[in-house]
């Protein structure tokens, strides 16, 4: 699992790659939004087009980010959710909690 980082504008987009199935990987992506809301960034894109699969706690992880950015004025968009991502945020209803577009340029374009 790997997480890259891109600014763009005032727009921190996270890369993760591989699977986010609990334990250092998703302690690892929940630290490095955190580290970007400290670098004073309040817009983060989390582009998942890379990530296979996720369960329970990888979903708690995202959620974990999106509270930490929303106590911190900002929000976090998803992009590029491979379709069984998308089946498991439906399934769970969270893609009613999480705004979901197609690539992280559309992302990034919908916080302008």
């Known amino acids: ?35 970007v809301i400290k670098d004073g960034l309040k817009k983060v894109v989390m582009d998942l087009s ?7 706690q990888g ?12 106590n911190a004025g900002g929000d976090l ?6 379709e069984k991502v998308k089946s498991l945020l439906m399934i769970t209803k969270l893609i009613t909690i999480f705004e979901t577009l197609e690539t992280a340029d559309r992302a990034v374009a919908t916080f302008q």
């Open 59 to 70: 979903l708690g992880m995202l959620m974990a980010c999106l509270t930490s950015l929303r």
């Open 77 to 82: 968009k998803i992009a590029g959710a491979t």
């Open 1 to 35: 699992m790997a997480v890259k980082e891109k600014i763009v504008g005032d727009v921190a987009v996270l890369t993760v790659s591989g699977k986010l199935w609990g334990g250092p990987e998703t302690r690892e992506v929940h630290e490095k939004v955190k580290s």
């Open 50 to 56: 890379k990530v296979k699969w996720l369960n329970s």
